[in-house]
């Protein structure tokens, strides 16, 4: 279930991205050895789809990794025009990779469901916008405390924001103000 302060994301009518991605809200990486089958899945439903073949046979675990895998399922499950400017990159598990998604954005202009690419020790992170505060923005996104989550990341720690290539982008992507609550996230590796 969303925090109260993001249950207004469920009546939202897009963007697909968005509606995707909360679809798999709460879902949590196994603990220890073990893995969890959903997030296993999610690369086995991109092979399927041949979206995912760079991969084949290597991502098996999820303790590796998988932020770029959410963001690539939900890419993926939201793109029913299958558009190839809509696909995932093709080494989509490498999060600054996102960082040639889309369209372009200016960092100071991120809307509803934009793909944000940030910056972490020993790599990135990516997830969507679902909005900002004046230090961080919020971000639903997958390994996130090893879930799928909203978080805040630090503005300080955006690389690229990327817009879905919309055939017509939805009403409804603007920004969103909003309070700052919790702490800023520092490594969601």
Known sequence: MLPAQYRWLEAES????IIEALKQ??????????DNPKIIGWQEELEAAGLGLVYAGVYRHDAIPWCGLFMAIVAHRANIERRPERNPPRLYLAA???ASFGVSVPKGAAALGDVLV???KGGGHVGLYV????SAFHVLGGNQSDRV???RLSRNRLVAVRRPAYRAQPANV????????GSLSVNEA
């Open 14 to 17: 897009g963007p697909r991205m």
């Open 174 to 181: 603007r920004p969103i103000p909003l309070a700052a609550s």
């Open 149 to 151: 989550s909203i978080t």
């Open 96 to 98: 600054l990779e996102w």
């Open 131 to 134: 909005g900002n505060d004046a």
């Open 118 to 120: 940030f910056k972490r």
């Open 25 to 34: 809200y709460g879902t949590l990486e196994a603990p220890g050895e073990a």
